[in-house]
């Protein structure tokens, strides 16, 4: 009944607050290693309470992975995560599962459970984390189903749906338990810009209505510049640049300005150094 | 450098007397495809080496086109080899994959364990479930294939015995020996592996390709422990269903010696059942079930461990299918001379 037990969700608009400053994730000097190649090299970092934070990034610059360390899937070699003011990896057994169920998280490619229909794999952790009724459970995936705009496709397998339906499926699914925090692991990648888009909304929605803080990995520039409300810039395990959309759009990094104008930093507009070798 | 012309090497090795200066004309060089852009670094690297200053003359615009996809100083820094490794260190490369694969069985194993007692996992409704699921798919799905590779067998077993018992007039004790060999040996076996073959391989693929997928990950980040809800259910699933697969095998496989004794050997059906019922003990039945039990057991715990450390793709699921396939069968093996030692020889 742990659903139940939990304050009921008031829109935001509603409440009239003011902008939540309340930290809900904290990293400091998070730094890993995979067979001695180092992927984070010292990353502080803090996320707060119901603002949407993006980490945006090229690809291999350990986006992923800093995810994965702030979600509790992977330990950091070096550092410290706390999630809700408790650190996340001495948490063990009841308390660990207590705090799996405060979030949610969208996996790149959906990771929906092939066995089930679309249905049974939202129902999938209310199942197994509450004691509610079966018909309860059903009309409450149900629901999350048709937030996200997938309640025709309930009885479908998961390998019959698109791509854009996979991701948004997943969400539901990340909403099963009304978490207070969502991870989105590259929610635009592989979809069409008009699909894109959608999940973008779905995810903004998702914030505004519920006051969910989201936490958004992507390499997706028009994507991360719509969504955040702060967002950091990752590059070779360092963060390059933090702060609104707005001041990394001002940052005066030619490296920023480079990834965000999608151009090619000037060392690696090469001509390939024949030159060296002709006879002059 | 045995790839370099013979005009190249001795342009190069003219140079390397002289004044360590050489120029590579290519202007008569219309179009270069990729084997000759390598020759062209190859040459380079090669001059490198020498320290000779090999400079080209007559490239054409297509080529340096070509060159400014490239770094030309990246491609010539010259490939490194991996140290040769000693025969300690080969040995080690081999054998730590293997006593890392066991170290992860054996923690599977207490997790599994703690799992069960463990009651605060909480929710295990649809736990039940899914151990029916895999009974259906693990035990009811083999039906056919063990009863049919029982029947042949016994048919098998009876026609050898028989073939060796009439030279000593012993026609009658085909019965005696197709009964005591199937129960106590050939059922127990044949049943495991035949399991390890079809449902073996089945989990090891399974799950690898959820680990693949995220599947996993998703599980744990709902708070779901792998281990109870994939696991467990197999194992329990594979550790009933295999006993009574055994006892399947074991009876049709008597029904086919049965056959062949009163048909060919002539030896009345009720002389035949009388002569089976003689020859099996209780102990006989019991060991077989406790055996297969363990056999199950064992298949499901080896193919959901190697399954569940699935690393590297596809290929990563090939081989945790292999490799749960031809282990468990090691593993059978193994334990049923030590069975067979225990209960005896040992007795």
Not at chain 1, 109 to 121: F, P
Request: hydrophobic share 50%; glycine share 10%.
């Amino acid at each position: 009944m742990r659903i139940f037990k939990r304050r009921p969700r008031i829109p935001k608009e509603l409440l009239n607050r003011t902008p939540p400053t309340e930290e809900l994730i904290r990293g400091i000097a998070l730094e890993t290693s995979f067979d001695g190649r180092t992927v984070l090299k010292g990353v502080d970092l803090s996320v707060l309470q119901g603002e949407v934070f993006v980490i945006l990034g090229p690809s291999g610059c350990g986006k992923t992975t800093l995810l994965r360390h702030l979600s509790g899937m992977l330990p950091p070699t070096m550092g410290i995560v706390q999630l809700f003011g408790r650190d996340l990896y001495t948490l063990k057994g009841k308390e660990l599962a207590e705090m799996r169920g405060r979030m949610g998280f969208s996996f790149q490619g959906g990771a929906l459970l092939n066995s089930m229909s679309v249905l049974e794999n939202v129902s999938l952790p209310l199942h197994e984390s509450s004691r509610l009724a079966p018909a309860r459970i059903e009309r409450i995936a149900k629901l999350k189903l048709d937030m996200v705009g997938l309640l025709h496709a309930a009885q479908l397998s998961p390998s019959s749906l698109s791509g854009g339906m996979k991701k948004r499926a997943a969400i539901a699914r990340a909403m099963a338990l009304d978490p207070e925090l969502i991870f989105f692991d590259e929610p635009s990648a592989g979809l069409d810009p008009i699909t894109a888009v959608e999940v973008d909304n779905l995810i903004l929605k998702l914030n505004k209505v519920f006051g969910i803080t989201m936490v958004v990995v992507t390499h997706d520039i028009p994507s991360a510049f719509m969504i955040a409300d702060r967002m950091i810039m990752l590059s070779e395990g360092r963060i390059l640049a933090r702060g609104t959309p707005d001041e990394i759009r001002e940052n005066k990094d030619s490296k920023v300005q480079d990834f965000i104008h999608r151009a090619l930093p000037a060392e690696e507009q090469r001509s390939g150094g024949l030159a060296r070798f002709l006879k002059t | 450098m045995e790839a370099l012309s013979p005009d190249l090497q001795r342009l190069l090795q003219q140079a390397s007397i002289e004044d360590r200066h050489a120029v590579l004309d290519l202007s008569a060089v219309e179009a270069f495809d990729s084997a000759g852009m390598a020759f062209l670094i190859e040459a380079l690297q090669e001059a490198k080496a020498q320290e000779i200053d090999l400079r080209l003359v007559g490239v054409r615009p297509s080529v340096s086109d070509f060159f400014s996809l490239v770094g030309i100083e990246r491609l010539l820094v010259p490939d490194k080899t991996a140290p040769k490794r000693n025969f300690v260190e080969r040995l080690g490369d081999k054998a730590i994959p293997v006593i890392e694969r066991v170290g992860a069985g054996k923690d599977l194993l207490l997790e599994a364990a703690q799992t069960l007692v463990d009651s605060s996992t909480g929710g295990r409704r649809s736990g039940k479930g899914r151990f029916f699921l895999e009974l259906e798919h693990t035990g009811i799905g083999a039906i056919g294939i063990v009863g049919l590779i029982g029947f042949l067998l016994g048919l098998i077993l009876a026609m050898q015995a028989w073939v060796q018992l009439k030279v000593f007039g012993a026609d009658k004790y085909v019965a005696d020996m197709v009964a005591v060999s199937i129960t106590r040996e050939i059922g127990p076996l044949m049943t495991a592996i035949l399991v390890a073959a079809r449902s073996g391989s089945s989990i090891a693929a399974q799950l690898g390709t959820m680990v693949i997928n995220e599947e996993v990950d998703a599980l744990r980040q709902m708070g779901i422990n792998p281990v109870r809800y994939l696991v467990v259910p197999k194992v329990g699933a594979l550790a009933l269903a295999t006993p009574c697969l055994a006892i399947l095998f074991s009876t049709i496989a008597i029904f086919g010696g049965l056959l062949f004794g009163v048909f060919v050997v002539d030896l009345g059906w009720q002389v035949y059942i009388e002569a089976t019922s003689d020859a099996l003990q209780a102990g006989d039945i019991l060991g077989s079930l406790l055996k297969s039990t363990v056999f199950g057991s064992l298949v499901a715990f080896v193919a959901c461990s190697l399954g569940l450390n699935v690393k590297g793709g596809p290929v990563g699921v090939g081989k945790a299918t292999t490799g749960a396939v031809v282990a468990s069968i090691f593993l059978i093996i193994v334990f049923d001379a030590v069975f067979v030692l225990l209960l005896r020889v040992g007795a």
